[in-house]
């Protein structure tokens, strides 16, 4: 292992593990300790550094919570509607939960060979060829990385703007907003947001999972107030089942199919955050089966959710025209003040929604710190050496946090110059993402899924199929979200998603070719020598859940020795 190599890796096991053959009762049963994951990821090639706290249901709540249905439908309800109504609203739904399940499936199955914190990323340096994994793996990290920080920062900004137009539910005596909030003034209420969010990730990291649960149980109390209220309310009266499952009116200026695809952004953004969740890995002590099992679990329950958030809204929907016309892009509270007729009604129907938005941004922050630092850890991110470090009193990578959380602010100083910013936030993120899922996803393909033979989470024949639905999704998303919401465009409405990641890759590209290209050595499997990559191929469960005895990890944080 040359000096360089082991530098750039970061910390991990001093040589590989002694690996036999599977054990039921040990990583896949449903009784197991840290030790278990943690002796895991020594084989994997890293020191544990973070303590295992969560079980099946913590990870399967977070996740849900990062996707926070249906606040997360809430804050970009306008693209549907604009882009042909209650069609796109509702089936546009269907088809893309029906398709991220077999996107959540696929990177699952990866997850339970190799799961560790860097995601999508290891698992591409794992599976690739050794001729391409160093780069391969790198495109992935980058993608990854930033798909997590720009959707961190898409959500904590949607959220100040659906603060906006919550209080807006208010008006004056001639019918004006109560709040014609300056650009400046919302760009403060998305750096307080951001603030709090990263405070909460930081300073009640212990507790998170305790949050997580409280927000499913707000979520569907929420989900049934709003419900009942405006369906039995009705103030405006309520709209036949064939034109809440029916209507079709694009006013976009898009052709009626193309607008119909735009509009699927609305849902691509809430189910984007699929993957993010593999970055908890480190923190969960089965992760081998907990993580998949949340990740498909997750996409069910959003689903019905998600469903049970928007039919209803549907019914009741007021006229298309003005709701897409409102300044604030945030069609969610005036629908509803046009449901219940009043404007305290609103409110009360909207807090569950914005205590939400804020529980959501903790989790996204939670998430892609925890990726930054993986990436970081491996030596892939300028800098690398402060960004993988680890505050032992917290108990988590605050420096990564804190990374994150500067980029976001300074990407955020983009909406003075545009008021369709938010678009650029929210399409790069998803942009990223997506391309982050597809290529661990493609590479198994190229490789024939040899590499997923046995694994803890197995596909069977449905493998293939989840797949290949998963790429075309990929292939067809990344153009898609490129596009405006609406044409013609300005300089300040036009969707500036492609700039931003163009200026993303431009960073890395210039990063690899300066440093990376002759001192990034990729994860530390590849030091730890090849039979580790050997023991992947063809017999995948071996690294999941074949250690032949626990390999002491020193420096675990949050245990005693």
């Known amino acids: 292992m040359s000096t360089t190599a082991a530098k750039a890796s970061g910390s991990y096991a001093a040589g590989p593990p002694d690996i036999l053959r599977p054990r039921s009762h040990d990583l896949g049963g449903e009784v197991a300790s840290a030790s278990d994951g943690d002796d895991l990821l020594n084989a994997l090639g890293y020191k544990a550094e973070l303590a295992r706290t969560r079980s099946t249901w913590h990870v399967a709540f977070m996740s849900f919570v990062l996707a926070s249905i249906p606040y997360g439908l809430a804050t970009t309800l306008y693209y549907p509607l604009q882009n042909g109504g209650p069609v796109v609203v509702i089936w546009g739904w269907v088809i893309i939960s029906a398709i991220i399940l077999c996107v959540a499936a696929s990177l699952g199955e990866i997850t339970s060979v190799y799961p560790t914190a860097g995601g999508v990323y290891y698992q591409t340096f794992m599976i690739a060829p050794a001729k391409y994994r160093r780069v391969s793996a790198y495109i992935c990290g980058w993608a990854y990385v930033v798909g997590n920080i720009t959707i961190t920062l898409?959500?904590?900004f949607g959220t100040a703007l659906f603060f906006v137009a919550c209080v807006n539910v208010f008006q004056n005596e001639d019918g004006s907003d109560i709040w014609q909030a300056e650009t400046y003034q919302i760009f403060l209420v998305f750096l307080a947001i951001t603030l709090l969010c990263n405070a909460i990730s930081a300073l009640g990291n212990k507790i998170l999972p305790l949050l997580d649960t409280f927000a499913i149980v707000w979520t569907f109390v929420g989900l049934i107030c709003i419900l009942v209220t405006i369906l039995v309310v009705a103030k405006e009266g309520r709209h036949s089942g064939a034109y809440a499952f029916g209507h079709f009116e694009p006013t976009s200026g898009w052709p009626k199919?193309?607008?119909f695809c735009v509009g699927l952004l609305h849902a691509g953004y809430a189910t984007s955050s699929t993957g993010m969740i593999i970055s908890m890995c480190e923190e969960v002590q089965r992760p081998a089966t907990q993580v998949p099992k949340a990740m498909v679990i997750t996409i069910v329950i959003n689903a019905i959710g998600g469903l049970v958030f928007m039919i209803p809204l549907m019914f009741v929907l007021p006229d298309i025209a003005m709701l897409v016309a409102l300044p604030s892009g945030q069609p969610v509270p005036t629908i509803l003040k046009s449901a219940v007729g009043s404007s305290v009604g609103a409110i009360c129907l909207l807090i569950p929604l914005m205590v939400l938005g804020i529980l959501c941004g903790t989790?996204?922050?939670?998430?892609?710190?925890?990726?930054t630092w993986a990436f970081a850890r491996d030596g892939a991110i300028p800098g690398a050496r402060w960004w993988k470090e680890v505050h032992t009193g917290l108990d988590l990578p605050l420096n990564a946090m804190m990374l994150s959380m500067v980029i976001q602010i300074l990407l955020g100083v983009i909406y003075f110059g545009s008021s369709a910013a938010f678009n650029a936030f929210s399409g790069v993120g998803v942009i990223c993402l997506t391309i982050s899922y597809a290529v661990p996803i493609a590479v198994s393909m190229i490789e024939k899924r040899k590499h997923?033979?046995?694994?803890?989470?197995?596909l069977g024949k449905l493998g293939w199929f989840c797949n290949i639905i998963a790429l075309a999704w990929s292939f067809f998303a990344v153009p898609l979200f490129c596009m405006p919401a609406y044409i013609p465009v300005s300089a300040?409405?036009?969707?500036?998603a492609p700039v931003v990641f163009v200026g993303f890759t431009s960073v890395s590209l210039a990063w690899y070719i300066t440093w990376g290209h002759k001192n990034y050595a990729g994860p530390p499997t590849e030091q730890v020598g090849e039979d580790v990559a050997t023991m992947t191929t063809g017999a995948a469960s071996a690294i999941p859940g074949d250690i032949k005895k626990p390999v002491p990890v020193e420096g675990s944080l949050g245990k005693k020795d």
């Not at 300040?492 to 500036?496: A, D, E, L, S």
């Open 154 to 156: 898409a959500v904590n």
């Open 257 to 259: 199919g193309w607008a």
């Open 363 to 371: 989790a996204c922050t939670t998430a892609a710190s925890r990726c």
């Open 452 to 458: 997923v033979i046995g694994a803890k989470f197995p």
């Open 492 to 496: 300040g409405t036009v969707n500036y």
